[in-house]
């Protein structure tokens, strides 16, 4: 005795016109009665048939896009859930250290957090093709331009210490994501940041940094030849609206630090307004390519949000040695 199935293969969701067929298939006698096919559902129901040796399949409302989706599926879905499966490890990955990265972290602490991420990354040059966000900033804190970095690393080393008992993360990934979370922490833009640097086991080579008594023609020519355009150098100059620079709240990362410059307040007389900000700092007021990034960004806190997400995120990548590819 044999089994007979009758099949009903019910409408899917292909927006096409239905057809209505009936052909003969033959499978084992094993067939599973109910297969599923994501969201659809193939029904079967079986009867017994005292001669018939084949299995009949009485296809209804089946569109001819939604056979070719039944047919390819098996195909396409293993591709979608390996992509899906790296990208959830990444994240789950980056919220890891961002957990770990949160508990040692205040806002008085983030604009030193945030001056390690530019003293590391900040050595890159094109041409050279050195420096960059690699972790050398562990050897190179004797350096004048480092003084006071090293609190900023020793309070980092305790997130990095919990890190690594579960998976080795390098020195250039938690900079680069503690100055993400610092920005963050202080009311500015949320920053993405991919994982996978490696750190240099070397210092980088001296005399690379900005100076901060550089005029703005000097910074331009500085920041060019690290990769980076006008606009640019004055949206990460905006990171000095955090720390005891004098541009508003030393712990809210907000548009202030461009409104100040504006106002020139280290012209007026006395006080500690002539206190305000970095030689760098005022010199770019004093330069009108400069002065039209500094007005837009004065007036509109969101761009000046975009603008300084996407700069930010060049700076920690440029330059960076990766574990793979991009």
């Given at each position: 005795?044999?089994?007979?199935?009758?099949?009903?293969?019910?409408?899917?969701?292909?927006?096409?016109?239905?057809?209505?067929?009936?052909?003969?298939?033959?499978?084992?006698?094993?067939?599973?009665?109910?297969?599923?096919?994501?969201?659809?559902?193939?029904?079967?129901?079986?009867?017994?048939?005292?001669?018939?040796?084949?299995?009949?399949?009485?296809?209804?409302?089946?569109?001819?896009?939604?056979?070719?989706?039944?047919i390819t599926l098996p195909l396409?879905?293993?591709?979608?859930?390996?992509?899906?499966?790296?990208?959830?490890?990444?994240?789950?990955?980056?919220?890891?250290?961002?957990?770990?990265?949160?508990?040692?972290?205040?806002?008085?602490?983030?604009?030193?957090?945030?001056?390690l991420v530019f003293h590391d990354?900040?050595?890159?040059?094109?041409?050279?093709?050195?420096?960059?966000?690699?972790?050398?900033?562990?050897?190179?804190?004797?350096?004048?331009?480092?003084?006071?970095?090293?609190?900023?690393?020793?309070?980092?080393?305790?997130?990095?210490?919990?890190?690594?008992?579960?998976?080795?993360?390098?020195?250039?990934?938690?900079?680069?994501?503690?100055?993400?979370?610092?920005?963050?922490?202080?009311?500015?833009?949320?920053?993405?940041?991919?994982?996978?640097?490696?750190?240099?086991?070397?210092?980088?080579?001296?005399?690379?940094?900005?100076?901060?008594?550089?005029?703005?023609?000097?910074?331009?020519?500085?920041?060019?030849?690290?990769?980076?355009?006008?606009?640019?150098?004055?949206?990460?100059?905006?990171?000095?609206?955090?720390?005891?620079?004098?541009?508003?709240?030393?712990?809210?990362?907000?548009?202030?630090?461009?409104?100040?410059?504006?106002?020139?307040?280290?012209?007026?007389?006395?006080?500690?307004?002539?206190?305000?900000?970095?030689?760098?700092?005022?010199?770019?007021?004093?330069?009108?390519?400069?002065?039209?990034?500094?007005?837009?960004?004065?007036?509109?806190?969101?761009?000046?949000?975009?603008?300084?997400?996407?700069?930010?995120?060049?700076?920690?990548?440029?330059?960076?040695?990766?574990?793979?590819?991009?």
């Open positions: 005795m044999s089994s007979t199935i009758a099949v009903d293969c019910w409408r899917l969701s292909s927006g096409v016109s239905s057809f209505a067929s009936t052909s003969k298939l033959y499978f084992p006698a094993n067939f599973s009665p109910t297969a599923h096919f994501g969201s659809n559902t193939i029904r079967a129901s079986a009867t017994t048939n005292g001669s018939s040796e084949g299995v009949i399949y009485k296809a209804l409302s089946c569109g001819r896009r939604a056979l070719l989706s039944m396409v879905m293993p591709c979608e859930r390996i992509n899906s499966s790296v990208g959830a490890i990444a994240a789950d990955e980056s919220f890891r250290l961002r957990e770990e990265i949160r508990k040692v972290l205040s806002k008085g602490k983030a604009a030193g957090v945030l001056r990354a900040g050595t890159f040059e094109i041409d050279e093709k050195t420096g960059g966000m690699n972790g050398s900033i562990v050897y190179e804190f004797d350096r004048p331009e480092n003084k006071g970095l090293k609190k900023s690393l020793k309070i980092l080393d305790k997130a990095k210490s919990q890190i690594d008992l579960v998976q080795s993360v390098s020195w250039a990934d938690i900079i680069a994501l503690a100055g993400a979370e610092a920005v963050s922490l202080c009311g500015g833009p949320s920053i993405p940041i991919q994982l996978g640097r490696i750190d240099s086991m070397v210092p980088d080579p001296e005399g690379k940094l900005p100076e901060e008594s550089l005029d703005a023609t000097s910074l331009k020519q500085c920041f060019e030849r690290k990769g980076f355009s006008t606009q640019e150098l004055v949206a990460l100059s905006g990171a000095h609206t955090l720390g005891s620079k004098g541009f508003g709240n030393p712990t809210v990362f907000d548009n202030e630090y461009f409104k100040i410059l504006m106002e020139k307040p280290w012209l007026s007389s006395g006080g500690m307004t002539s206190m305000v900000g970095l030689p760098s700092d005022r010199a770019l007021v004093e330069d009108d390519e400069c002065v039209g990034w500094i007005s837009k960004y004065a007036e509109d806190q969101s761009l000046f949000f975009d603008d300084f997400k996407n700069a930010y995120t060049k700076l920690v990548d440029t330059g960076a040695t990766w574990k793979k590819a991009l």
